[in-house]
């Protein structure tokens, strides 16, 4: 179990330290963060209204929403600010070869 | 006094109201909150009644601040559909329209604004309909269908986002806007001629340096005539020209108003025992060094929050950059600051492309700022306006350099 639904949505050499990228895989949206060369996986949609956290600002290990200036801890989804008041999803990351997989529910 | 047995009333339950009360608690105000208001809903958010909530893209409970229970758990006397008429500042004491009196230790007065009303003739048929509620928002909603014809008074940002929202449920929609371009009031030209273009492009027939004299209701159509002779035929009219402050309550009970409920940085009007937040208030922002009336989600959210905490006893000022946005069709737009003119403007990125930023600069210093679908600017640009600092404009300007680099370098230098 604890080692299924692993998909491979970027290369690795697709995104550098203090980085957002956003990929799509079908319908869904996510979005990839290289804090200091290490990766982690939200969401790409913002809880708060229609926007693309990938189009964001990151600062530091912060994801700020570029509609309404939302804050989310990109490590645990954590919402800092209104007028955001859900949490983000996260997911796992883990690296095979070049690949960058996330690990879906 | 005995902390726990001071009572505080809040007269306006809309977002200042409900951010307030919440805050009070937060901050750890032991005594009695009770806040009244005249809607029949708990605090909410007003963003989305021009735009998800009037496009029926969400139910009117996704605006509430929080659910109605937390106001009741957290000790806070809610009523709603109740109104407060009188002040009696010498008995601290407020009337209601059902005839209770609640005394007060401190007051809040968060009553925030009202659609300004066109004075035309026929402008009271009851298809002319203002937005400033959820009441207003669900009537509006029920008009807006395909093939009606809905003429839209006024392309301020109400105005514009109403006719996004018309457009996306299908109604034929018609704006008329007596200035050269829309936004002319807050934004430079190229930004209101910007807009314009997205409007059109979306099929809305956006026609400007057009002024309506008066309305003719006839049963199932309504006439609008114009000063220059025409006259454009609607099913529904909605005016969006303004709000004006709710001041009547403060301005009966003596306290200093003047184009709203005068304050200082603190919230403080001139009675000590009252203070006031949100649209209501002209109130001192000492980074802008003069005072100002803003009617906008984080004046609402932010300044409450500050005067709430001085209310519990702090002593921080509320002094923040102005800071709006807009939805429209795709598009995000954000201001910050408050120029009293767009005068030397600082492009970054230009007006043609889909994404861009831009400044207005005095003496070289950056005191307002514009993004278009970039709002990962928009914090660095409101700490540069903030720093007041003067800026090199080329470096501004330059895309490749980091406005966020730029705000680092301005908060250390
Ligand atoms: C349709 C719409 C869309 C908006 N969109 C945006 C946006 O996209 N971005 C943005 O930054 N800002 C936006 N705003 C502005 C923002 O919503 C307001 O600035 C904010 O709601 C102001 O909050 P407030 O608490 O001061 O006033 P309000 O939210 O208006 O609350 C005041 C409340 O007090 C009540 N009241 C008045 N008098 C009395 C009385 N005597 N007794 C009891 N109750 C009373 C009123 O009924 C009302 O419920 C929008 C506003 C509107 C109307
Ligand atoms: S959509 Fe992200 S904060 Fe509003």
């Known amino acids: 179990m604890a080692d299924e639904n692993w ?19 079908g319908e869904r949206e996510f979005a990839l963060y290289d804090l200091d060369g290490e990766l982690y996986a939200t969401d790409n949609l913002c809880t708060h209204a229609f926007a693309l956290l990938s189009q964001g600002w990151l600062d530091g290990e912060v994801i700020e929403c570029p509609l309404h200036g939302g804050r989310f801890e990109v490590k645990t989804g954590k919402v800092l600010c209104p007028p955001v008041t859900e949490d983000l999803k996260t997911y796992k990351v883990r690296l095979v070869g070049d690949d960058v997989q996330i690990q879906l529910d | 006094m005995n902390e726990t047995a001071r009572h505080i009333v809040i007269v306006g339950a809309g977002h200042a109201g409900g951010v307030a009360a919440a805050t009070l608690r937060q901050t750890g105000f032991a005594g009695a909150i009770t806040l009244i208001g005249s809607e029949p809903y708990p605090p909410h958010e007003r963003p989305p009644l021009s735009k998800e909530l009037l496009a029926g893209a969400i139910p009117v409970e996704k605006t509430y601040l929080r659910p109605l229970a ?73 008009h807006l269908k395909p093939g009606v014809r809905a003429a839209v008074i006024g392309a301020g940002f109400i105005g514009l986002e109403a006719a996004a929202a018309a457009r996306k449920r299908g109604a034929a929609v018609t704006v008329l806007e007596v200035q050269r371009e829309p936004l002319q009031r807050v934004c430079p030209p190229e930004i209101g001629c910007f807009m314009a273009d997205l409007h059109r492009r979306n099929g809305v027939e956006l026609r400007t340096g057009v002024r309506i004299t008066a309305i003719a209701g006839a049963d199932d159509a309504l006439a609008l ?172 300007a330059d895309t490749q350099v980091k406005l966020q680099d730029l705000a680092k370098e301005s908060a250390g230098g």
Do not use: C
């Not at chain 2, 609640?102 to 300004?116: I, N, W």
């Not at chain 2, 070289?364 to 514009?370: H, M, S, T, Y």
């Open chain 1, 7 to 25: 998909v491979t949505v970027a290369k690795r050499s697709a995104i550098s330290p203090g980085d957002v990228l956003g990929v799509t895989l």
């Open chain 2, 70 to 142: 937390f106001y009741a758990d957290n000790r806070i006397v809610f009523h709603p559909g109740e109104t407060a008429v009188a002040i009696d500042r010498t008995a601290q004491r407020v009337t209601l329209k059902n005839g209770d009196a609640l005394s007060y230790d401190t007051l809040l007065l968060t009553m925030g604004a009202r659609a300004r009303r066109l004075s035309l003739p026929g402008a009271d048929h009851p298809r002319v309909l203002y937005l400033r509620d959820i009441a207003d928002s669900l009537a509006l909603r029920e």
């Open chain 2, 225 to 396: 005539y114009t000063a220059d002779g025409g006259t454009v035929a609607a099913d529904i009219v909605l005016a969006g020209i303004g709000a004006q402050p709710n001041v009547e309550l403060a301005q009966a009970a003596g306290l200093a108003v003047d184009n709203g409920i005068l304050t200082d940085e603190f919230g403080r009007t001139s009675d000590p025992h009252i203070f006031a937040a949100g649209d209501v208030t002209r109130h001192f922002n000492p980074l802008l060094g003069r005072k100002i009336r803003l009617e906008a989600w984080q004046n609402a959210q932010n300044q409450a929050i500050a005067v709430a905490k001085v209310m519990a006893g702090g002593n921080q000022p509320y002094a923040e950059v102005p800071w709006f946005w807009t939805d429209q069709y795709d598009v995000n737009l954000q201001i910050a600051g408050a120029p009293e003119r767009w005068g030397e403007l600082v492009w970054r990125g230009g007006v043609d492309n889909k994404a861009f930023t831009l400044f207005a600069m005095e003496g070289g210093i950056p005191v307002a700022a514009i993004t278009m679908n970039n709002g990962r600017d928009m914090r660095a640009a409101r700490e540069l306006i903030a720093r007041r600092r003067a800026i090199d404009p080329a470096r501004l």
